[in-house]
Structures are given as C-alpha cells and as structure tokens.
C-alpha cells in the first residue's frame, strides 16, 4: 500500500519536531556534563543547526537508498 503525500508530510513534520525536541533535551541535560553552559536561546538555535544537519543526512541516505534500488531494477530488467 502507498502513502499519501498527505501523510509523508505529516510524518516528515512529526519527525522533525521530535527530533527537534529529542535535540534540546539532550544538549540541555549533556552539555553540562561536559562543563557547556550555552543560554536557553542558544540551545535553541543549536537545535536548528543540528536538525537542519540530521535533515541533510536523512535526505541525503534516502536518495542514496533509492538510487540503489533503481539501479538494482534496472539490472534485474537487463539481465546478467
């Protein structure tokens, strides 16, 4: 069964702002561990970065996994 797009977005938007808040936890309860003492707006904009970047990453592997499953049809529709 497909998805919609509907819900590819809402899953996407989900994602992000879990990871978004799964991000400042961890920075707020770590980071002192480590002698950090960033301000609650810098934790927040380090937030941003860091989930813009996991962005990135996700973007980036799922490309990469599609490509390999094109390229992997394509072979199998050619033949050895």
């Given at each position: ?10 899953e996407a ?16 309860t770590v ?22 970047v996991s ?26």
């Open positions: 069964m497909n998805q919609s797009r509907l819900i590819s977005l809402a938007v989900t994602n992000v702002v879990v990871g978004y808040g799964i991000a400042i936890a961890t920075q707020l980071f002192p561990v480590f002698g950090l003492q960033p301000s609650l707006g810098e934790n927040l904009l380090l937030g941003v970065v860091f989930t813009g962005l990135l990453r996700s973007y980036l592997v799922r490309r990469a996994f599609e490509n390999w499953r094109v390229r992997r049809e394509r072979q199998s529709a050619t033949g050895p």
